[in-house]
């Protein structure tokens, strides 16, 4: 009984360090259930099922995973829940089911799931070896070969989001919209949160807590970060001179600087630095804007143009310029110097960008693209970006662009560094 207390108290503890805006009441209500799930069935019929491998989040900042003997805790920022996650072997998941505002309860490993495609990485799954078990997607709008495959083949179904009752046949149901009205077997998977590519790359361990394949799941993202930390450090010998890179986006007249902090971070690690406006926003017909958002861009050697389209494969450099509105282009190095890029080189039905899916789970490979953008080298293949000034094209990502095994993992792709 006093192995089993310090037991329990070693992760009311780490509780309490990762979330330190949990209230007392809160942890010993999960100290509470540690002991009811670990000592509730010491007297019965049947020995505990111990959980076979672990996770241990590193670097991503906003879920926590917790081991018991027969259970696990993810505590998931997103939404502020904790999932109680019961082995399918174990005593208690045939007689506890938690759906609170603040706790629900899966049984696993999930049979089968299914997945808000809107804004869902996929990739994340085919890493894991886990698509034979997705049996539900909300649209056909996915940067997958192999999960069009699958849902062409009649494997994978589609349905609405808003149809509720077809939402809870499946064991559990993974979105990133906290604007969805909840229910008892969603759960939010927002890898998109993260700050740095490599916090978003960690939800891996998230998924796979969700099936038992933990092993897999700290197999590929060491994988991923290794790679990434040596192309990140490669990158910083390539030359003393920082390119200046501007992300940009056009909207209804007016030109946005943006600036997330995932960009900051792969601009920094590929060898680059961003730009440094003295405001974010420029109305090409306010004159003042016009001439100081044309002086900005005199000092810029590479642009990114993250401008939303419903025809990427028409968005040109002639719509670029044409955006731009400004008639003496001559000090444009970016232009002269074929640099102005788009992440939209794979895509499926003009709107799914694999940038969004692939580029989450493998930032490895963007970095990589990016390393190549600032200091090109002509004997490197790009991932997610082409170039618009050079006239490249999307391509379009189909079904018949599968050519593996759909019931194995896929290996990431690591890119020679050296």
Known sequence: MIT???????????LMDSAPSCSWLQAFFFLALV???????????????????FSKVEDAGNFHIYYGQTFKVIKNAADGQSYLLLQNNSRIASTTKYCTSRIKSFVIPLSNYSVDTTYFAVSFLELLGLLESLKGITSNYVASPCVLKLYEEGQIEMFNNSD??????????FLSDNDQQPACNFATFVPFIEDTPLQRAEWIKFMGAFANVEARANQVYTAVKENYRCLAK?????????????????????????KEKYQLKYVEDAGGEILGANKNTYNVSDPDDLEE???????????????????????????????????????FSFISNTSLWRYDKRIQNSVALDWYNGAVSQPQLALADLIEVLFPTGNYTMTYF????????????????????????????????G
């Open 164 to 173: 509720y009752q077809k939402l809870a046949e499946f064991s559990s149901y």
């Open 234 to 258: 490669i990158a910083t010998t390539k030359t003393t001179f920082k390119p200046t890179v501007a992300w940009m986006k056009y909207k209804n007249g007016v030109w946005y600087f943006t």
């Open 35 to 53: 002991w009811f799930f670990n000592c509730g069935y010491v007297h019965g019929a049947t020995l505990a099922v111990k959980v076979g491998n």
């Open 386 to 417: 082409r170039n618009l000034a050079k006239g490249e094209v999307p391509i379009k990502i189909g079904p018949e662009m599968c050519d593996r095994d759909t019931s194995a993992a896929m290996d990431p792709t690591i890119v020679a560094c």
């Open 293 to 331: 958002f044309h002086a900005i861009l005199c000092t810029v050697e590479v642009v990114i143009d993250e401008t939303i389209t419903s025809d990427p494969a028409n968005y040109t450099l002639s719509t670029f310029i044409q955006n731009l509105n400004v008639e003496d282009r001559s000090c």
């Open 4 to 14: 089993l207390f310090l037991y329990s108290k070693k992760y009311l503890v780490q």
